[in-house]
């Protein structure tokens, strides 16, 4: 009885697992003056055939205000399924413009870390014209207490008018940073820093977001919190509207 349960555990874990919208994270902090430069080759790379060849949104970010972690870019990719990540992971390690743009990132830049989450929820309007976003990397000891909490609050009627999207994400590999370790992430994004700033100062004074605070407290600890800009999105036959 013992293995049959085991058994069945294993082949739950690995559906889930196989069946997940993966999001890939790599980080790079790019030498100072050097920032276009490394655009450009990630933008030859993103207009090559190769690049185009997949299922994919691949978003090149600006990171700022991420307290100790050294990063300064981060390139993020979406893809469909694990099969679709793998097919091009492939094609790319060998080819003529992967290495072309590996090679000018490895003049002027470091890679910080890399890492793959899976989406779990999602609450606003996912749209791609969201390019101001707020990260909050969790190490996270009651996940059902985040997710019932931020769904409570998501869907108050306090929060009918939420400009934006949130999406809270578990980290499937990479759990390890530099800033400590983190499970899971909350991504809220916006059109722009002035829409955020009008939602905050309206979003702290409800009793939803006051409930969501008990809710965190008991839940989860903060390992890192940073801004991120999207800097250029390449839409390969893919978009985040579609990754929803």
Known sequence: ?????????????????????????????????????????????????????????????????????????????????????DKWTLKNANSKEGAAFRAVASKISKPVTQYITVPMKSWGTVSSKDTHWDSISMNVTDPAAVLAGLDEMMTSAELQDFPGELWLVEVLRGQSSATGHM?????????????????????HKTAAWQKWLGVASQSFTITNRETANWLKAYEHSYSLEDFE
């Open 1 to 85: 009885k013992i293995k049959v349960m085991i058994a069945g555990a294993l082949a739950l874990i690995s559906s889930s697992v196989l069946a997940v919208q993966p999001i890939l994270t790599y980080e790079f902090q790019v030498e100072p003056g050097k920032a276009a430069e490394f655009a450009e080759a990630f933008d030859a790379l993103q207009k090559s055939k190769l690049g185009q060849d997949r299922t994919a949104q691949v978003q090149l970010q600006s990171i700022s205000f991420n307290g100790a972690s050294p990063t300064t870019h981060s390139i993020v990719v979406l893809y469909p399924s694990m099969t679709e990540m």
């Open 183 to 203: 499970t899971h992430q909350i991504y809220v994004g916006y059109e722009s820093l002035s829409e955020l700033d009008a939602w905050s100062d309206k979003l």
